[in-house]
Nanobody, 119 residues
Framework: QGELVESGGGSVQAGGSVRLSCKVQ????????LGWFREAPGKERENIAT????????YYADSVKGRFTITRDGAKNTLYLQMNSLKSDDTAIYYC????????????WGQGTQVTVSS
């Protein structure tokens, strides 16, 4: 079992919703900032949402603000990304990560999960 394991990806039509989950090892979940990243074909990996360990509010990239929501469940050591009003531009491999968002240094990564949005 990896330190971070994503699930929940798949294919969806434009305008639909998907929720991604990231199961995190407890020793990581309780110590680091947690973030979601995505990598679209031909583009660099980008940080789209971050939940800080020591402060609020969460960070959202402009491209997802108002449509995506990052949350966490401490009882389950799980990070979530609720994605609504999906567009074809949201098609990418989505990764969860843990580290220090201020530096930024992301030391732990999940294996990635594909989200494909069809128009």
């Amino acid at each position: 079992q990896g330190e971070l394991v994503e699930s929940g990806g798949g294919s969806v039509q434009a305008g639909g919703s998907v929720r991604l989950s990231c199961k995190v090892q407890q020793y990581i979940f309780s110590r680091y900032d947690l973030g979601w990243f995505r990598e679209a074909p031909g583009k660099e990996r980008e940080n789209i949402a971050t939940m800080y360990y020591t402060r609020d509010p969460s960070y959202y990239a402009d491209s997802v603000k108002g449509r995506f929501t990052i949350t966490r469940d401490g009882a389950k050591n799980t990070l979530y990304l609720q994605m609504n009003s999906l567009k074809s531009d949201d098609t990418a491999i989505y990764y969860c990560a843990a580290g220090n968002a201020e530096t930024p240094m992301w030391w732990y990564w999940g294996q990635g999960t594909q989200v494909t949005v069809s128009s």
